[in-house]
Each structure stands twice: as structure tokens, then as C-alpha cells.
């Protein structure tokens, strides 16, 4: 599986931007997860996808970001809508077979990852 993200830059706050994460390979079923992480801070889990389309967002997004995904083309997504600057952080796609992990908020080792995209909330 390999996964290759797109869409982020910088931008003012309160502005938006969509982040992209093509996926290639057997991925029917899995758990898709975006995360960030932001110089010096632990990786934050941000959202994630589970089968069936369930989503779940951190309570630090929750209304303001939104994940989906494009089964046809096989892509995930995270809108980011009214972006703050503490929303700066390299964002990164991944993924992984036991779909458990959706639904376990501690998990922050997924199987796959993308090399990351990032995201600079600034005036």
C-alpha cells in the first residue's frame, strides 16, 4: 500500500484548505487515519475513516475539519475549514488492516503512512 499526500501550504487563519491522500494498492476495508504533528509535540490523532464510513474527529477539529474519502478513486480527504494557527503541523495520511483502530483514540501507530504534507496556519 502506498500513499502519497497533496494539498497543503500556507494560509491565513480562518482560511481553508482540503488535503488529499491518494492510495494505491489492496486497501479494501481499512482504517484511514490523518494525523499531525507540530515541531517539539507528540503526534495528534486528527481523524480518522473506518469501513462503513464512520468518522471521527479529535475534539480540538471537531466542526471545523472533515474527513471523507472517494471510494471510485480511492482517495482520502480532510477539509479544514476556519483554520487557527495552532493548527500548524505536518499532516500526515495512514492507514492500516485492523479496523479496530478506528476506534481506539490512544492508537498512533498505523501501518501505513504517507511522507506527510504541510500545513502553516499564518498572517
Known amino acids: 500500500v502506498q500513499l502519497v499526500e497533496s494539498g497543503g501550504g500556507l494560509v491565513q487563519p480562518g482560511g481553508s484548505l482540503r488535503l488529499s491522500c491518494a492510495a494505491s494498492?489492496?486497501?479494501?476495508?481499512?482504517?484511514w487515519g490523518w494525523f499531525r504533528q507540530a515541531p517539539g509535540k507528540e503526534r495528534e490523532r486528527v481523524a480518522t475513516?473506518?469501513?462503513?464510513?464512520?468518522?471521527r474527529h479529535v475534539d480540538s477539529v471537531r466542526g471545523r475539519f472533515t474527513i471523507s474519502k472517494d471510494t471510485a478513486t480511492n482517495t482520502l480527504y480532510l477539509q479544514m475549514n476556519s483554520l487557527k494557527p495552532e493548527d500548524t503541523a505536518m499532516y500526515y495520511c495512514?492507514?492500516?488492516?485492523?479496523?479496530?483502530?478506528?476506534?481506539?483514540?490512544?492508537?498512533?501507530?498505523?501501518?501505513?503512512w504517507g511522507q506527510g504534507t504541510q500545513v502553516t496556519v499564518s498572517s
Open positions: 495512514a492507514a492500516d488492516r485492523r479496523t479496530w483502530v478506528c476506534y481506539d483514540v490512544a492508537v498512533r501507530t498505523f501501518t501505513y
Open positions: 494498492g489492496e486497501t479494501i476495508g481499512m482504517c
Open positions: 475513516f473506518a469501513p462503513g464510513a464512520v468518522t
